[in-house]
C-alpha cells in the first residue's frame, strides 16, 4: 500500500487555527467544544471515552487498538489556555490565530494547542494509512491543566490507560526532548501578632516582619537542596503578601504566598516537616524574646503541591525520541522543564517513563502575542508517527 505523505504546513495551519479559534481559556474553559469537535472527525468504530469533569468541561481518550490490549503508549495534551487578562496589549485578535512568515499568532497557539495540533495530525495519519499497530496508541485530551488538573486526575481514576507502559506529553519543549520536570508547592503562611503604637514597637508583636523573617529562612532551606545536573537549583519565591493598615501602627496580621520549585531529590513532605520545624523555631523565638509571650500565632496551608519527576536520561524512551528527533533537527541535548505538566499528577501513581516533547518554545507560553512555528508542529508530528512506527 502507498503511504500517505506527511502533513503540510497548510495542513497544520488549518488545523491549529480551528483550535486556537476556539476559547478555551481559564476559568472557564469549556474544553467540551472541542472535545464534541475532535469526536465528530473522528471515523466511526474508532474507541474514544468522552470524560465530563464539569458542566462544559470535558476530557477525552482516543484509543487505536492493536494485536494485543495491554501497554502501548499514551500521547497527553491539554485543551484548556491561561486568560487573555491583557488583550489590548495584543498585536492581533487572541483568537484569531493570524500567520505571518510560519508563525501563528493566538492564546494557546504554543501552549500548547500547537502540540493538540501534531498529535491529532498523528492519529489522522495512522488512521489514513491504516497502520497496523501491536500494542495499543492512546491519543488524550485533557481540561484544565493550567488550574488543578481536573482532566488528568479522572483520566487517572476512569483506569483507561492503566496498562499503559510509556507516556509524551506533548507540551512546548523548544525543538528538545525532556526527562524531567520541577515540582511545585505553594505555600499560604498567615501570621497574627499583637498591634501597637510603632512609637512603642515592643509593647506588640509586628507580623509582618516576622512574615519576612520566616519566608528568607524558608527560602534559605529551599535553595540549599542539591542543585540537580539539567533543572539546576530548587527556587522559593514570595509571590504575595498583605499586611498592615497604617504607618504608624505595628501590624498585628500578615499573610503572604511563596512558590516553591523543587527537584526530584525532594519529597514534598520532607520539606513540608522542615518549613514546619521553621515554624515551630520562629515561635520558640518569639516566646523568649517578646513581652507578649505565647501571643505569636503562625498557621500555613498548602495550596498546590505536584511532585518532581524524571526518567531516567538512559531510558529507552527517551533515547530513541532523542535518535529519531535528531533526524527532523530537533535537539538531543539534555533538558528538564520547570514548570509543572499533567505528568505531575499521573507519573507519581503510576510510575511509567515520561517525556516532554512537543512542538514550540515553551518561552513563549503564557504571554501576550503568544505564537508557534508551523514548521514546528510538522516536526513534532513527524517525530510522533516515526516513534509509534519504529516501537510498535
Not at 286 to 312: C, F, H, M, W, Y
Request: hydrophobic fraction near 35%; aromatic fraction near 6%.
Amino acid at each position: 500500500m502507498m503511504m500517505l505523505t506527511y502533513p503540510s504546513e497548510e495542513q497544520c495551519k488549518t488545523l491549529l487555527q480551528t483550535l486556537v479559534r476556539t476559547n478555551t481559556c481559564q476559568p472557564e474553559g469549556n474544553e467540551e467544544a472541542l472535545v464534541d469537535w475532535i469526536v465528530d472527525q473522528l471515523p466511526q468504530g474508532v474507541t474514544h471515552f468522552k470524560i465530563q469533569n464539569a458542566p462544559n468541561r470535558a476530557s477525552l481518550i482516543i484509543k487505536l487498538e492493536g494485536d494485543e490490549d495491554d501497554g502501548g503508549i499514551a500521547f497527553v495534551g491539554h485543551l484548556d489556555t491561561v486568560a487573555c487578562s491583557e488583550a489590548d496589549g495584543w498585536t492581533d485578535p487572541p483568537h484569531g490565530a493570524v500567520v505571518k512568515d510560519h508563525t501563528l499568532y493566538g492564546r494557546g497557539a504554543c501552549d500548547m494547542k500547537g502540540g493538540d495540533a501534531a498529535m491529532l495530525l498523528t492519529l489522522k495519519y495512522l488512521l489514513e494509512n491504516k497502520v497496523s499497530l501491536k500494542r495499543p496508541v492512546y491519543f488524550c485530551f485533557t481540561s484544565d491543566e493550567e488550574a488543578s488538573g481536573l482532566g488528568i486526575q479522572s483520566v487517572l481514576s476512569s483506569g483507561y490507560l492503566n496498562a499503559v507502559e510509556a507516556m509524551i506529553v506533548c507540551e512546548p519543549s523548544r525543538e528538545q526532548i525532556s526527562n524531567s520536570e520541577k515540582g511545585a508547592l505553594w505555600i499560604r503562611v498567615a501570621i497574627d501578632g499583637v498591634s501597637a503604637h510603632a512609637s512603642r514597637p515592643t509593647l506588640g508583636i509586628n507580623a509582618v516582619e516576622y512574615a519576612s523573617i520566616l519566608s528568607q529562612r524558608i527560602k534559605a532551606k529551599v535553595e540549599a537542596k542539591p542543585v540537580h545536573p539539567i533543572l539546576g537549583p530548587a527556587t522559593a519565591a514570595v509571590t504575595k503578601i498583605s499586611g498592615g493598615s497604617m504607618t504608624n501602627i505595628i501590624p498585628a496580621h500578615a499573610e503572604f504566598e511563596m512558590d516553591i520549585r523543587t527537584n526530584p531529590d525532594t519529597s514534598s513532605e520532607d520539606l513540608e516537616r522542615e518549613i514546619d520545624e521553621s515554624i515551630d523555631q520562629l515561635l520558640e523565638e518569639a516566646a523568649q524574646s517578646s513581652a507578649s509571650q505565647g501571643q505569636l500565632r503562625i498557621t500555613k496551608a498548602v495550596i498546590n503541591n505536584r511532585p518532581a519527576i524524571e526518567t531516567d536520561k538512559d531510558h529507552s524512551l527517551i533515547q530513541t525520541l532523542k535518535t529519531i528527533g535528531e533526524k527532523m533537527g530537533i535537539d538531543a541535548g539534555e533538558r528538564g522543564h520547570f514548570f509543572y505538566t499533567d505528568a505531575s499528577q499521573f507519573i507519581p501513581q503510576t510510575h511509567i517513563p515520561f517525556a516532554i516533547a512537543g512542538p514550540g518554545d515553551d518561552a513563549l507560553a503564557h504571554c501576550v502575542n503568544e505564537s508557534i512555528d508551523l514548521r514546528s508542529v510538522q516536526r513534532f508530528t513527524k517525530l510522533y508517527i516515526h516513534y509509534i512506527m519504529q516501537t510498535n
